[in-house]
């Protein structure tokens, strides 16, 4: 089945009453029959349901429908994307443990690399694709290497495959969050990814209805047990080990659940997925093409342009398009300030990837507690402002950035 197909028709549970979308299980607790059947569950030797922290039918659907579509083993949705890799991160991580990181990244997860210091592990930051640099931040504590494939929002694009066979050759898995690329240009786990990480409050979700996040593990890394200490008790798994760990333990022990009527809400969004994707980067290239030809001192960075560093590896990995997020450099704070005011189609707001076009000064907002340097190597600039461009028709779009700029003197 293609993509769309996929979207549509795998995972959806005939059985039952013929319910064409999944039912949402808005209850709490699982009855079972007996005592010795609520043993079983607990002890994962009987299938079912006990309790909607550990698992709910309504979000088991999105999480088999996520699995079929990033092509992996098994998933955990978590009740956003930040409790997802903080949970991806937190099942294999112990104090002392070192992580080897993109400095590219969202603000919230460089944020969450700094809580995790009071906890003694460490993140060694690291320009993205800077194999030498890569490279030499291996230590013997190093126990993770992580990437977002499109860095937002600095929009370099991570060769997953190069980053995989390094952190492969030293015996740790690489975590790739896919927020900005999706699985409709991208299946990383096909790419040699061992676990893959996505906001699902963003193109999966499409309307900015819901907050949620979700785990998938291609269940094909090796683990060594003397290594990953803290696996040990599951190796019995197998290839499940990872994430039966999560399930039974920090997932369940954080609390960090995802609603059934949120998962619900995805399922429905998960079907249009392909089809907002195709228009999302359609709109994104045309619009950038564009504004690099009638605004040139703009900077527009988008890895679709011949003009971005990053566009090779993005034409050799990334399938039907280059994303959907561009950013602009409007040559101060104040610019910066005054072109977003004068935009009118574009909602003023901190996400990316709704249906409708967003726009906002990162530095200022997701970015505010990144020091100077973080910034900076994330490619936060002070007159810079992100774009996540929607699927509105486009000669309306380009009118109302040839508005702004043309409102800021530009
Ligand atoms: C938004 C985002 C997150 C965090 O997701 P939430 O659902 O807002 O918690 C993580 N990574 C990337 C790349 C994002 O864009």
């Known amino acids: 089945m293609g993509f769309n197909t996929t979207l549509l028709h795998a995972g959806v549970d005939k059985e039952g009453l013929g319910a064409t979308l999944p039912p949402i299980y808005q209850n ?12 079983g569950i607990f002890n994962n030797r009987k299938p079912g349901f006990c309790y909607t922290r550990v698992g709910n039918p309504t979000i088991s659907v999105f999480e088999k429908r996520i699995t079929k579509i990033e092509n992996g083993l098994a998933s955990v949705a978590a009740s956003s994307g930040m409790a997802a890799l903080t949970n991806a991160f937190l099942n294999i991580l112990t104090s002392g443990d070192e992580i080897i990181s993109s400095a590219s990244l969202y603000g919230g997860t460089i944020d969450l690399f700094h809580d995790f210091e009071a906890f003694g592990i460490k993140t060694n930051l690291v320009e993205n694709n800077n194999w030498e640099q890569i490279e030499a931040a291996f230590t013997d504590r190093t126990r993770l290497v992580f990437a977002e494939t499109i860095g937002n929002p600095g929009l370099d694009v991570t060769d997953v495959r190069k980053l995989a066979d390094i952190a492969h050759a030293h015996g740790v898995p690489l975590i790739i969050d896919n927020t900005t690329s999706t699985p409709y240009l991208i299946k990383v786990l096909e790419h040699g990814a061992d676990i893959v990480v996505n906001s699902s409050s963003k193109y999966v979700n499409g309307s900015s209805n819901s907050i949620s996040g979700i785990i998938t593990d291609g269940g094909k890394f090796k683990w060594d047990f003397e290594k990953f200490a803290c696996l040990k008790d599951y190796k019995k798994y197998g290839p499940m080990c990872y994430i039966a760990k999560l399930r039974n333990g920090y997932y369940r022990n954080s609390g960090a659940c995802l609603a059934p009527f949120a998962a619900y809400l995805n399922c429905l969004g998960l079907e249009t997925l392909g089809l907002r994707m195709e228009r999302h980067c359609k709109n994104a290239s045309e619009l950038a093409s564009w504004l690099e030809d009638a605004y040139p001192e703009a900077k527009v960075n988008f890895p679709g342009l011949k003009s971005s560093p990053w566009h090779k590896i993005a034409e050799g990995e990334l399938n039907n398009g280059y994303g959907a997020i561009l950013t602009l450099r409007l040559g101060s704070k104040e610019q910066a300030f005054k072109f977003i005011d004068s935009l009118d189609i574009a909602y003023k707001v901190s996400n990316i990837g709704d249906s409708k076009t967003l726009v906002i000064h990162p530095a200022s907002t997701i970015s505010l507690h990144s020091t100077d340097a973080e910034k900076e190597a994330a490619g936060v600039y002070n007159d810079l402002i992100r774009v996540s461009v929607g699927i509105e028709d486009i000669e309306d779009l380009k009118a ?11």
């Open 28 to 39: 709490t607790a699982f009855e079972q029959a007996s005592a010795a059947d609520l043993e």
């Open 400 to 410: 109302d950035f040839d508005a702004a700029f043309k409102a800021i003197n530009f």
